[in-house]
């Protein structure tokens, strides 16, 4: 049986706990790693100067306790295997609906199914949605 490792549990703690249910259950069927749940204030400010992401602090789902967000990858991580975020973020999404929960992945903000009307990818990037 897969486990986090404690750099990974530690990120998914800092998260809601039905996202530490969901990914724990994805675990079950992929290996992954869990980079980043809450951010403080600094490191959304670094992400955003970077262009990494759209929002500022405090408007990121990621800048709640718990975070409303997780940035997490299958692993072993190699981000420029786009048919690989696409397949994990199908397991993310579905292993949501199994657990009563609407998630939307960074791949396509607007969950029409279509990635190329996305005018932003953050393909490691999941969050709850209506949740606040």
Avoid at 105 to 111: P, V
Avoid at 119 to 128: Q, T, Y
Wanted: hydrophobic residues 40%; negative net charge.
């Amino acid at each position: 049986m897969r486990h986090f490792s404690d750099h990974s549990q530690t990120n998914l703690d800092t998260c809601d706990p039905i996202l530490g249910a969901v990914f724990t259950d994805v675990l079950a069927l992929i290996d992954h790693s869990v980079i980043e749940g809450y951010r403080l204030e600094a490191r959304q400010a670094e992400l955003f100067a970077n262009g990494k992401t759209k929002v500022e602090f405090p408007h990121s789902k990621h800048n709640r306790l718990p975070s409303m967000a997780v940035d997490a990858v299958p692993y072993p991580i190699d981000w420029d295997d786009v048919e690989r975020m696409c397949f994990f973020a199908g397991l993310v999404i579905a292993t949501g609906i199994k657990h009563g929960v609407d998630i939307r992945w960074g791949g396509d903000w607007d969950r029409d199914g279509q990635r190329k009307d996305n005018n932003f990818d953050d393909l490691a990037h999941f969050e709850l949605v209506g949740r606040c």
